[in-house]
Each structure stands twice: as C-alpha cells, then as structure tokens.
C-alpha cells in the first residue's frame, strides 16, 4: 500500500474508535430519553466523572480491570442519587424543570471534580498488557485501541440482548410504550426509571474511563463530547439505540476524515452534516423507538 493508503487506513481506524466512544455515549443518552423523556444536560459530566474516577482506582490499585469494574459501578450510584431524590420530584411538570436540573447537575459534578481532583491536565497511560501495536495486514494499529472498539461492540450487544431478550428489557420497552398500564400490573415503574437511569449514565462513565489513555483529561473535557453525542443521537433517531451506533461511527469517520484533510473543519463538519441530513430525514436514521 502507498504511503496515503495507510495513512487514510489509520485515520478510518481511529475514526471508527472515536466513533464507537461516541456510540457508547451517545446509547445512554438514547436510552434515558427513550423511557424518561429526558435530555440529560449531564450526560458529559457523567463521563468527565468516569475518567477522574479511573485515575483514582487506578492509582489505588494499580490494576485497569479492576478499573472497568468500579468506574461503573460508581458512577452508576451517582445517577441513582441524581434521578431519585432530584429528578424524580420533576416527573409530569414542565421538561424545562428537568433540563434546567440536568445543566445545574453537569456545573456541580465538574465544580466536584475542580475540587477534589483540582483543574490541570492529568495524564493517564492505557496498561502495560495492552499497550503498543500490532500489525493488521496493511498497518501497525494500537492494541488499546482495538481493546477500546472490542469493549464497545461486546458493551452495545449486552445493552441490546438485555433490552430485547430479558425479561427487564421487556419491562422497559412496555414503560416506554404503556406506563399507565405497567403501572396496574404491579410493577414499580419508578424502580425501572431509577435503574434505566443508572445504567444509561454508567455507559457515560464507562466511556470516560475508555477514553482516558487516548485524550485529555479535564474537568471541562465532557462539554464538548456531550455536543458530538447530540449530534450522533439526533442523526441516529431521538431514543434509536440502533441508530446511536449507526450515528456514532458515522460521525466518528467525519471528524477523522476532515481531520486528515482540513483539520480545522474537523467539528464543523459534523454540525454541517447534521443540518442536511436532518433537512432530508428529520426523525434520524431510526425514528424514534429503542
């Protein structure tokens, strides 16, 4: 291969990786919306937060599975606070409540994360057992990279085969469609609401702590993957978690294109999209069903 062809390989690579973080967002988001109605404003700070918390587990432990494990898990506790004693009270009011509520969320986790992890870059390296590269046929390409598209991929199929095939995701889909009646039937809705939560903003942090060996890390470092994760939710179809992988790759590949070819057009490029797809297709890729 010509020098530009592996070139143009490793930038679709790389590409498809920022993509997959994207999706991995952009499925909580999705997922949240889909049965609470709610545009989480938080959603960034959430996987600002992941990160941070990666770099204190791993700094205790020294041990990046156990890392994997934590990162959810914390951040997950702290939706389950979020959604049961602020959220909560907002449920049936006006969704400008809740929207206000999820931006003052997003400022006081990353006035948090000021504070007790302080405001300078912090540097976090991928683990010894997956670092350096590997030789794909036409290119060296980073092992922790292709760990980061591994764990999206086997994330996404779990997040799908619970919604479709469990009997929790069978609750889920009937809350999103008949509350009223999932409700009669004795089932705590509020409980569902709670959970889906925690998990859709565990998806956040989990990608945070993914996404902490390849980029910055800084408090403000969720605000403008939030935005991308928009716009990969928008394209993809409001509530789609179909269509957030879909648009997640997409626009990964966008950005890395433009990167390659007009690095300053790299974010633009994506809004641009966007608004021409949307004069095309308005409801997305998928409509607007999980």
Same mark, same amino acid.
């Given at each position: 291969?010509?020098?530009?062809?592996?070139?143009?390989?490793?930038?679709?690579?790389?590409?498809?990786?920022?993509?997959?973080?994207?999706?991995?967002?952009?499925?909580?988001?999705?997922?949240?919306?889909?049965?609470? #109605? @709610?545009?989480?404003?938080?959603?960034?700070?959430?996987?600002?937060? *992941?990160?941070?918390?990666?770099?204190?587990?791993?700094?205790?432990? #020294?041990?990046?599975?156990? !890392?994997?494990?934590?990162?959810?898990?914390?951040?997950? $506790?702290?939706?389950?606070?979020?959604?049961? +004693?602020?959220? =909560?009270?907002?449920?049936?009011? #006006?969704?400008?409540?809740?929207?206000?509520?999820?931006?003052? &969320?997003?400022?006081?986790?990353?006035? $948090?994360? =000021?504070?007790?992890?302080? +405001?300078?870059? =912090?540097?976090?390296?991928?683990? #010894?057992?997956?670092?350096?590269?590997?030789?794909?046929?036409?290119?060296?390409?980073? !092992?922790? =990279?292709?760990?980061?598209?591994?764990?999206?991929?086997?994330?996404?199929?779990? &997040?799908?085969?619970?919604?479709?095939?469990?009997?929790?995701?069978?609750?889920?889909?009937?809350? !999103?469609?008949?509350?009223?009646?999932?409700?009669?039937?004795?089932?705590?809705?509020?409980?569902?609401?709670?959970?889906?939560?925690?998990?859709? +903003?565990?998806?956040?942090?989990?990608?945070?702590?993914?996404?902490?060996?390849?980029?910055?890390?800084?408090?403000?470092?969720?605000?403008?993957?939030?935005?991308?994760?928009?716009?990969?939710? $928008? @394209? *993809?179809?409001?509530?789609?978690?179909? *269509?957030? @992988?879909?648009?997640?790759?997409?626009?990964?590949?966008?950005?890395?294109?433009?990167?390659?070819?007009?690095?300053?057009?790299?974010?633009?490029?994506?809004?641009?999209?966007?608004? !021409?797809?949307?004069?095309?297709?308005?409801?997305?890729?998928?409509?607007?069903?999980?």
């Amino acid at each position: 291969m010509t020098d530009f062809l592996i070139l143009l390989a490793g930038q679709l690579m790389n590409g498809f990786v920022f993509g997959m973080i994207l999706a991995l967002i952009a499925m909580g988001l999705s997922i949240i919306f889909g049965l609470m #109605d @709610i545009i989480n404003f938080a959603h960034g700070a959430y996987y600002t937060l *992941g990160a941070y918390v990666a770099i204190s587990v791993m700094g205790f432990f #020294d041990n990046f599975w156990v !890392v994997l494990i934590v990162v959810p898990a914390v951040v997950m $506790v702290v939706g389950f606070f979020v959604e049961s +004693v602020l959220l =909560r009270p907002l449920y049936g009011k #006006d969704p400008v409540f809740s929207l206000l509520l999820s931006f003052g &969320v997003m400022l006081g986790i990353v006035q $948090v994360i =000021r504070l007790v992890w302080g +405001v300078a870059y =912090r540097p976090f390296s991928p683990p #010894d057992a997956l670092s350096g590269s590997v030789y794909l046929g036409f290119l060296h390409f980073s !092992v922790y =990279r292709l760990f980061v598209v591994g764990m999206c991929i086997g994330l996404a199929i779990l &997040v799908w085969l619970l919604l479709k095939k469990t009997s929790v995701g069978m609750t889920v889909r009937a809350a !999103v469609d008949k509350r009223d009646m999932v409700k009669a039937l004795g089932i705590n809705v509020s409980a569902v609401f709670t959970v889906v939560f925690g998990v859709g +903003v565990g998806l956040a942090g989990l990608a945070g702590a993914l996404a902490a060996p390849l980029l910055a890390v800084y408090p403000e470092m969720g605000i403008q993957i939030l935005v991308e994760s928009f716009v990969v939710v $928008v @394209i *993809g179809g409001m509530g789609s978690f179909k *269509g957030s @992988i879909v648009a997640g790759i997409i626009v990964g590949e966008i950005m890395a294109l433009t990167t390659l070819w007009y690095p300053e057009m790299s974010h633009v490029a994506v809004y641009v999209f966007m608004a !021409v797809f949307l004069l095309t297709r308005p409801k997305g890729l998928f409509g607007s069903a999980i």
